[in-house]
């Protein structure tokens, strides 16, 4: 972190719910938080999975400042619609400039578990708010601990055993039919990778169903059809309306997810209103399966 911190400051947790979502006031990321502090907010991911502040003011370089206390920033793949000087964020926004959009547009309107697909999927991912529509361009989020641990016990044992392939190319087309297809030297930079189908947070220890149906294409040892089946199966359970917490955004929140217990996407909202984000992601580590 850096060594110009601002102040411990007192902090207040207000929970969405009771497994997963939580309000942190109380604190100006503008500047680093201390050690302590850093440790209240880590904690506060860890029990709730995600976690937002309301209220900042970040230029690109003071969110990429913060996302560093977490980890070392990864570099996406497709390098367009980042700020020349910090390739590390990104931009979201259907925003045009001389006719030209100044990022990323209706992206990730599918459940996922961001960079799955690679084999150190992100750690966590920061997404900072600077005009949002009046409605509608939620962000849903998925509670893959509950997700699992909802299951039926002779369910839990078979799926722990269990791995899938994750790939970046397996449904882009048909998720984003306004893009060009991807290019031979992007699909070569994120091929095919293989996964536990329950991976074990590593600071909490707790168990996760790790899939998504538009990411996996096919469960290790299984028949098409039976690897489809239980696929969209698990997705359909997985994010049951009492599994989900939907963040409805205002200019300036910025909401941090722990993609090793979460699944994510986002919601339509009418184009006429301009919405414009910073992300951030944290690089992960490479998940570990259940072995009891």
């Not at 969209?232 to 994010?239: G, I, Q, R, S």
């Not at 909401?255 to 951030?280: E, K």
């Amino acid at each position: 972190m850096s060594s110009q911190t601002a102040p411990a400051p007192t902090l207040s947790v207000r929970p969405m719910s009771e497994r997963l979502g939580a309000e942190i006031r109380g604190i100006d990321l503008s500047a680093p938080p201390d050690a302590q502090a850093f440790a209240a907010i880590l904690q506060t991911l860890h029990r709730y999975g995600v976690i937002f502040f309301r209220g900042q003011k970040l230029s690109p370089d003071q969110l990429a400042a913060f996302s560093r206390c977490f980890g070392e920033l990864d570099i996406h793949h497709m390098t367009e619609h980042v700020f020349p000087h910090l390739p590390q964020v990104r931009v979201l926004s259907n925003v045009k400039k001389d006719g030209v959009s100044i990022g990323i547009t209706k992206g990730g309107m599918h459940w996922h578990s961001d960079l799955s697909y690679k084999p150190q999927p992100a750690l966590v991912t920061l997404l900072y708010a600077v005009e949002c529509p009046p409605t509608g361009a939620d962000t849903q989020f998925a509670d893959m601990y509950a997700a699992f641990a909802d299951l039926p016990e002779a369910e839990r044992k078979k799926l722990q055993a269990l791995h899938a392939v994750h790939d970046r190319n397996y449904r882009y087309s048909a998720l984003y039919p306004g893009r060009p297809p991807l290019t031979p030297e992007q699909v070569a930079k994120v091929p095919p990778v293989e996964h536990p189908l329950v991976r074990v947070h590593p600071a909490t220890g707790r168990p996760a169903l790790f899939v998504a149906k538009d990411v996996v294409s096919h469960i290790t040892g299984m028949t098409e059809g039976e690897s489809r089946a239980l696929i969209d199966k698990l997705e359909a359970f997985a994010t049951r309306p009492d599994r989900v917490y939907s963040h409805k955004w205002q200019p300036g929140d910025l909401v941090v997810w722990d993609n090793r217990c979460t699944l994510h996407r986002a919601t339509p909202y009418d184009p006429q209103y301009r919405r414009t984000l910073y992300r951030t992601q944290v690089r992960g580590e490479t998940p570990v399966a259940m072995t009891s």
